[in-house]
């Protein structure tokens, strides 16, 4: 795809959650494969397909840093775009995570740049929020959770790569800004105007914290225990809440806050294949198998309506 100056001005940092939602495919489609329930091959193509847009994403938002600093300093100051920032950091945590059992040594790089860069990220936004002069409790939105997602990662595929102590440092981190975010996410849509329409779809991030607070738990104490069990049913609740406003979410109009849809899902149909795996409770493995189908749906209706924004010059333009 070829950019004008102007739009590519505009290309927007939150374009990475596309990349988190093609990895959440590809690691669904993958422990399936392992797991016996699907072949190989997609979850080949979905790793493959997921690196060109990786690659593709970083080199357009690098050359914006480039031509347009004023832009992208904007963006990690203004109280919504920031907490996209992380997603440059989680997409290679989840490039890492991905490539674990197909290539390790790139696996454990592009994890190591990824947990850097997010424990880099964490810092500077979390020093912005305490500091902050501007942010009033109707900024707040589950984008938020963004930062915390991605400490909750880094033990996915940390336990192959780190020492135990430092992936259960980035999951403390993880779980208790998950806690703390959470009781100012319901304060804030219980007692204040409802979230604007284009941001509706990012309630589907209140899925992501536990789903991947239970991969990462049970991938580090290696069994099911009362905590893992909590996050798992935590994650399993929000995601029927969430089901149960199908029809709200309908409505909305196509916006890149779509792709907020896609990583939590994953990250669920991971989450539940798992618990499939680890419980043996076949109602667990016919749930996540359900998951995957409407997981691919999602992932096919997104690409489809981003490629059509896109070609109508909607994706990089100056919010209306």
Request: aromatic letters at 16%; hydrophobic letters at 60%; one cysteine or more.
């Amino acid at each position: 795809m070829s950019f004008s100056s102007n739009r590519l001005e505009f290309c927007p940092i939150s374009l990475f959650a596309l990349v988190m939602g093609l990895s959440g495919l590809s690691l669904a489609w993958s422990l399936g494969a392992r797991l016996g329930l699907f072949p190989g091959a997609p979850a080949l193509v979905s790793i493959a397909v997921t690196l060109v847009a990786l690659v593709g994403i970083l080199a357009v938002y690098g050359v914006k840093l480039l031509r347009h600093p004023a832009r992208v300093r904007e963006e990690l100051h203004h109280p919504i775009r920031m907490s996209f920032f992380p997603t440059v950091s989680i997409s290679f945590v989840l490039a890492g995570t991905m490539l674990l059992h197909v290539a390790p040594v790139a696996s454990f790089w592009l994890w190591a740049v990824g947990t850097a860069g997010q424990l880099a990220f964490v810092l500077l936004i979390l020093s912005f929020w305490i500091h902050h002069d501007t942010f009033e409790i109707q900024h707040f939105n589950p984008a938020w959770f963004i930062p915390v997602v991605g400490n909750v990662l880094v033990p996915v595929a940390g336990v192959a790569h780190a020492p135990a102590e430092l992936n259960w440092f980035f999951f403390s981190v993880g779980v208790m800004f998950w806690l703390v975010l959470l009781a100012i996410l319901f304060y804030r849509v219980f007692f204040h105007p409802p979230l604007p329409e284009r941001l509706m779809p990012t309630l589907f991030i209140l899925i992501a914290p536990p789903a991947v607070s239970f991969l990462a738990y049970v991938k580090l104490t290696g069994g099911l225990d009362p905590f893992a069990r909590f996050a798992f049913y935590s994650a399993l609740f929000l995601t029927l809440l969430l089901f149960t406003q199908a029809r709200r979410f309908a409505r909305l109009p196509f916006a890149l806050s779509w792709w907020a849809y896609s990583f939590p899902l994953a990250a669920m149909t991971v989450a539940t294949l798992t618990m499939s795996d680890m419980s043996g409770f076949a109602f667990f493995r016919y749930l996540g198998l359900a998951l995957h189908v409407v997981l691919n749906a999602v992932i096919a209706l997104l690409l489809v309506k981003t490629l059509v924004a896109a070609r109508a010059g909607k994706v990089c333009a100056p919010e209306g």
